[in-house]
């Protein structure tokens, strides 16, 4: 078993766990940032993100909305995302992926 704060993560997205089946993840976008210029896709692997701070607009195959803290989503692979903090507060996220999406040492 290994144990970590995830407010205690200093970049913008980091790994904090890897296993054969599954990948926890933090990211944290402050006022304005975004998870990129255009919408992202991971070919193999499903993507949980909770919002568990702050709030961001989802950008999800085409349609947006806002997501606030306690709010989640599940995205299947393959499936364009994007997310947005477009509020005055950073925003954070935990993020599960399976099977794994990033190398295990993964620090934005």
């Known amino acids: 078993m290994s144990r ?8 913008w997205f980091e ?3 890897t296993t ?6 933090v990211m944290k976008l402050g006022p304005g940032q975004s ?3 255009q919408p992202e896709t ?3 692997s499903d993507q949980v993100l909770l919002v568990i701070e702050g709030q961001l607009s989802a950008e ?3 349609k947006r909305s806002l997501m606030k803290v306690g709010d ?3 995205i299947p692979p393959r499936t364009k995302h994007k997310f ?3 509020s005055d507060r950073p925003a954070v996220t935990f993020n599960v992926y399976s099977p794994p999406e990033y190398p295990p040492d993964t620090k934005g």
Do not use: C, P
Request: hydrophobic share 30%; no cysteine; charged share 30%.
């Open 4 to 11: 970590s704060n995830i407010f205690r993560k200093t970049k």
């Open 15 to 17: 790994v904090l766990k």
């Open 20 to 25: 054969k089946r599954s990948q926890v993840a």
């Open 35 to 37: 998870t990129g210029e």
């Open 42 to 44: 991971h070919k193999n």
């Open 60 to 62: 999800i195959d085409g």
């Open 72 to 74: 989640f989503v599940s």
């Open 84 to 86: 947005t903090n477009r």
